[in-house]
């Protein structure tokens, strides 16, 4: 079975950074729209950002916009996710997941997404 792994999680005080990692060990992610989703106790699963299989389009969230920042290496066939300004709503399991369908762009439905991972655990707490 295809899947991604995510790394990168932690606890962190408010303010504080984290980057997470989205790679695949069995396939390529060269043409395929990455997403980023969490979800938190309670609630649904939610996207956070996304980026385009060139790393040309992208989207975010608007709770997000302006403190993280996706970026692809397909070299390294990862996907970065730089989370700045951390506030203590986005504690939540981050997960990664694969976009179906051709990736020039990418949205956040997630019945389209698949080969999600098991995802990383981000705790925004002092």
């Known amino acids: 079975q295809l899947q991604l792994v995510e790394s990168g999680g932690g606890l962190v005080l408010p303010g504080g950074s984290l980057r997470l990692s989205c790679t695949a060990s069995r396939f390529t992610l060269d043409y395929y729209a990455i997403g980023w989703f969490r979800q938190a106790p309670g609630k649904e699963r939610e996207g956070v950002s996304c980026i385009s299989s060139s790393g040309g389009a992208t989207n975010y969230a608007d709770s997000v916009k302006g403190r993280f920042t996706i970026s692809r290496d397909n070299a390294k066939n990862t996907v970065y996710l730089q989370m700045n300004s951390l506030k203590p709503e986005d504690t939540a399991v981050y997960y990664c997941?694969?976009?179906?369908?051709?990736?020039?762009?990418?949205?956040?439905?997630?019945?389209?997404?698949?080969?999600w991972g098991q995802g990383t655990q981000v705790t925004v707490s002092s």
């Open positions: 997941a694969v976009q179906g369908g051709y990736g020039s762009n990418c949205h956040f439905r997630k019945t389209e997404y698949g080969s």
